[in-house]
């Protein structure tokens, strides 16, 4: 399997990861949510903040963001279809890249003003490890006030996905 076909497949389970929390979020939020429910947004937004700064990286822009989170908690509607689209714009970028893009190094200022370096297969690594380790900052919180989360495995979604993988092994 090549670097891209890996890439753009955990750019889709990404995807499939968020959708699941954010229906989870979702159900949890209708009613009175609980604070830790915003702690959870907040945590989300975090992560949305960041993947939208290396959206901005990997294209050579600068982006408007001076920190990677934000004062005030965002409705979580306006946020939940933020990510949504973002995903989309991962995925939908890393299946148009060339074989020799994934290695360009691209500088770049992080927020706190000091320069950085990375190739764009390197940046597109951390945006997946960053969301994933989020997703479970939140899992964990849902944990907490419902006993139970989104699924949220790699595994899972491929043999969601591409049921014939489980059937090989009967």
Do not use: C
Not at 36 to 41: H, K, Q, R, W
Not at 100 to 109: D, G, R, S, V, Y
Not at 111 to 135: F, N, W
Not at 149 to 167: C, I, K, M, N, Q
């Amino acid at each position: 399997m090549s670097a891209q076909a890996l890439l753009i497949s955990l750019f889709q389970y990404k995807a499939w990861a968020d959708e699941e929390l954010i229906a989870g979020l979702t159900q949890l939020g209708n009613g009175t949510p609980h604070a830790e429910y915003y702690t959870a947004v907040r945590i989300l937004n975090h992560a949305h903040i960041v993947d939208r700064i290396f959206v901005a990286n990997l294209q050579r822009m600068r982006h408007a963001y001076a920190t990677t989170g934000t004062d005030e908690v965002p409705q979580p509607e306006d946020l939940f279809n933020a990510i949504k689209k973002t995903d989309q714009w991962y995925i939908e970028y890393v299946a148009r890249l060339g074989r020799t893009q994934f290695n360009e190094a691209i500088e770049f200022p992080f927020t706190d003003g000091t320069p950085g370096q990375m190739s764009r297969e390197e940046m597109l690594g951390h945006v997946i490890a960053h969301s994933g380790y989020h997703r479970g900052e939140v899992g964990r919180i849902m944990t907490q006030l419902t006993t139970s989360s989104p699924r949220d495995t790699f595994t899972g979604y491929l043999h969601e996905v591409e049921p014939a993988r489980r059937e090989r092994m009967r």
